[in-house]
Nanobody
Framework: QVRLVESGGGLAQAGGSLRLSCATS????????MGWYRQPPEKQRESVAT???????NYADSAKGRFTISRDNAKNTVYLRMDNLKPEDTAIYYC?????????WGQGTQVTVSS
């Protein structure tokens, strides 16, 4: 059974920072592209940032310049560093592992940004 275990969500003030973490098994981490998605209240889930096994990254326009995705291959963990947070970043953030049509999701972690 594939598990993606997220941590690091919480409450932050506008302009503040948070770091999300997502740990998984070595077999998944070494093979799958990893990513972070979010679902704001009453909206659809959207991509935030992705990183391939070779370290290539891609960001949503809303995340560029403020968020940084990275991976620690020794810890089988992907991170999302979020700086200069805005109230519109409030959402449930989900970790994702993707290989072709196969996709696994974490349970989600709440991020709330107050103005």
């Amino acid at each position: 059974q594939v598990r993606l275990v997220e941590s690091g969500g919480g409450l932050a003030q506008a302009g503040g920072s948070l770091r999300l973490s997502c740990a998984t098994s070595a077999s998944i981490f070494s093979t799958y592209a990893m990513g972070w998605y979010r679902q704001p209240p009453e909206k659809q889930r959207e991509s935030v940032a992705t990183i391939t096994t070779s370290g290539n990254t891609n960001y949503a326009d809303s995340a560029k310049g403020r968020f940084t995705i990275s991976r620690d291959n020794a810890k089988n963990t992907v991170y999302l560093r979020m700086d200069n947070l805005k109230p519109e970043d409030t959402a449930i953030y989900y970790c994702n592992a993707q290989l072709g049509l196969v996709s696994f999701w974490g349970q989600g972690t709440q991020v709330t940004v107050s103005s």
